[in-house]
């Protein structure tokens, strides 16, 4: 028999063979194709639309949408619609990139066939000129919602199964994650944007809490953190806040909040761990019965010009120099060491416990993904790591809202995925002259005339 080659060239697109067999009837079945000829003619749509500049988003611009009537409403729509159409085909042509054995995942591909189904759906809906449509549209939205959120979880298990199978392959995903984070955090704002606009809310502006003060969000986060790190180790460190507590500022408090919440997880593992789990560090006649023999986890939060700085620090002995590259990559976790040492001591400091709540320890997304958040509207994590004592942490957020999304910052990442898994051919798409601008690193940007933002 002869055999199969993995990628067949179509247009200017490498796409895996398996997807366009007369036989893999998968994505056939998925997009409503039967034919191989059809396929293909929907992989040129697909191509066509990735060819048209993503046009970014800022807060100032989404703070100016302050019209609530239909003609905003039905022109809002209408922008959503189409630039979904642009950054799913954009994200779509990523999974086309990735190797063989990494689209052949089972969670990778239910991830790429909801994307693939939501780019149809997306892609045969007519322009939107009525409220009647904008109202059909948003009903749409609001469906497609609950799948979109499973494909978290989807490539969390994903990664989880390549790192364990194909380490190689599992280890260079992070251009194609943070490309694929970068997309999700740009489709939640301009979705949740659109929605807060048909039921305003006072202090608000749209998604965009107007006085979002830190202070606040990091009080409540903190204490949610602290029963979760009690429910798996049986209790949690104390927690002090100071600085410019008033300060508030334009921003989206879900954001801040999934920030936050990820480095006050980390904080306040690392502190419990360190003291209740026989760390060579720790003096062998310290001794933590209570809340209260653990050193603190602080906070602060200041203002500067431009941005707003949130430092949490704790003592928690740092993290090992071999780890420090590797804690921005997607998948990269401690929770199986740290299981392993909870295991040893026979469980948790109350016995409740013998391994670690999901909600303390996850995929390994959490930092990186953090980051993106942060990084999406100009902000940014840096982490000042002290082996041995502990970890200061730096969250910087602009308030003042003029950054555009930073899919700039991952724009070429198709080109690293290239060099890590290369093809037997060349394909045109690196070619410049199948770019709009002529960039040869795959950037989503088409040059100033695509610089066009939210309208209404």
């Known amino acids: 028999m002869r055999a199969m080659k993995p990628w067949v060239h179509v247009g200017t697109l490498d796409v895996p063979c398996r997807l366009v067999t007369r036989r893999s009837t998968s994505a056939g079945k998925l997009i409503g194709l039967n034919s191989l000829e059809a396929l293909w003619t929907h992989v040129g749509i697909i191509e066509k639309e990735a060819k048209k500049p993503i046009r970014p988003m800022t807060v100032q611009k989404l703070m100016q949408t302050n019209s609530y009537g239909d003609t905003a409403l039905v022109k809002s729509a209408e922008w959503v619609r189409e630039e979904l159409i642009v950054r799913f085909a954009h994200r779509i042509q990523d999974f086309h990139r990735l190797p063989f054995v990494a689209l052949a995942n089972p969670f990778v591909m239910d991830t790429y066939k909801v994307y693939l189904e939501t780019f149809e759906n997306l892609h045969k809906r007519k322009k939107i000129t009525t409220r009647d449509e904008e109202r059909d549209f948003s009903e749409f939205l609001s469906e497609w919602r609950p799948r979109h959120d499973r494909t978290v979880d989807y490539m969390g298990q994903g990664v989880r199964q390549l790192r364990a199978v194909a380490p190689d392959v599992g280890g260079h995903m992070n251009w194609f994650l943070e490309r694929f984070f970068y997309f999700r955090i740009s489709r939640r704002v301009m979705v949740d944007h659109l929605m807060a606009r048909k039921d305003p809310k006072a202090g608000w502006r749209g998604s965009i809490q107007l006085s979002c003060n830190p202070a606040l969000i990091l009080k409540s986060r903190a204490e949610a953190v602290k029963e979760s790190c009690r429910n798996s180790y049986g209790l949690a460190p104390p927690f002090h806040l100071h600085g410019n507590l008033d300060v508030t500022f334009a921003y989206f408090p879900d954001h801040l909040s999934l920030i936050c919440t990820e480095l006050l997880k980390n ?49 928690g002995g740092g993290i090992p120099p071999r780890n420090l590259e590797n804690v921005w990559n997607y998948g990269y976790s401690t929770v199986d060491d740290s299981h392993k040492k909870m295991a040893e001591r026979g469980g948790s400091l109350t016995g409740a416990n013998t391994t670690i709540g999901a909600d303390m320890a996850g995929y390994g997304f959490g930092l990186p993904l953090s980051r993106a958040f942060a990084r999406f509207f100009g902000g940014d994590i840096h982490i000042q790591s002290h082996f041995g004592v502990g970890t200061d942490v730096y969250l910087t957020v602009s308030h003042i809202g003029d950054e555009a999304e930073a899919l700039a910052a991952v724009a070429s990442a198709p080109t690293q995925i290239q060099e890590h898994f ?35």
């Open 267 to 315: 904080a306040m593992r690392a502190t419990v761990e360190m003291y209740t789990m026989g760390n060579s560090m720790v003096p062998s006649n310290t001794i933590v019965t209570d809340e209260s023999d653990l050193p603190a986890v602080t906070a602060e939060i200041h203002k500067g010009r431009t941005e707003v700085v949130i430092k949490i620090a704790d003592k």
């Open 422 to 456: 290369p093809r037997t051919h060349t394909p045109n798409h690196h070619n410049h002259s199948h770019h709009p601008t002529g960039n040869s690193h795959g950037s989503d940007f088409g040059g100033s005339e695509g610089y066009t933002t939210w309208p209404g």
